[in-house]
Nanobody, 122 residues
Framework: QVQLRESGGGLVQAGGSLRLSCAAS????????MGWFRQAPGKEREFVAG????????LYADSVKGRFTISRDSAKVTVYLQMNSLKPEDTAVYYC???????????????WGQGTQVTVSS
């Protein structure tokens, strides 16, 4: 079992920045992939970014490329999502998730955090 705990959400004005954190604990292995997803009211959960824990390769949704950066701290077993140039359409509950081996954009992850709200005002 892997436990994931997000933090760092909040309210920010358009053009501002936030950094989300997701701390992992339990049976977390170096071949795991960590992903960030988001879900806005009335919409399906969508992929935002992913990173392979040991290889370090990343993948981003087109909607966030150039604005968001995913990174990890191996010592803290924590993944981050740095969000810059935020837009009102980025407003959603953001979830981190984990699965073995491969970054995938569908929500086929084995472990999920509880989510953290990000609200971007115009």
């Amino acid at each position: 079992q892997v436990q994931l705990r997000e933090s760092g959400g909040g309210l920010v004005q358009a053009g501002g920045s936030l950094r989300l954190s997701c701390a992992a604990s339990g049976r977390f292995y170096s071949n795991y992939v960590m992903g960030w997803f988001r879900q806005a009211p009335g919409k399906e959960r969508e992929f935002v970014a992913g990173i392979h824990w040991s290889a370090g390769n990343t993948l981003y949704a087109d909607s966030v490329k150039g604005r968001f950066t995913i990174s990890r701290d191996s010592a803290k077993v924590t993944v981050y999502l740095q969000m810059n140039s935020l837009k009102p359409e980025d407003t959603a509950v953001y979830y981190c998730a984990a699965r073995p081996d491969t970054i995938v954009v569908r929500a086929a992850y084995d472990y999920w955090g509880q989510g953290t709200q990000v609200t971007v005002s115009s």
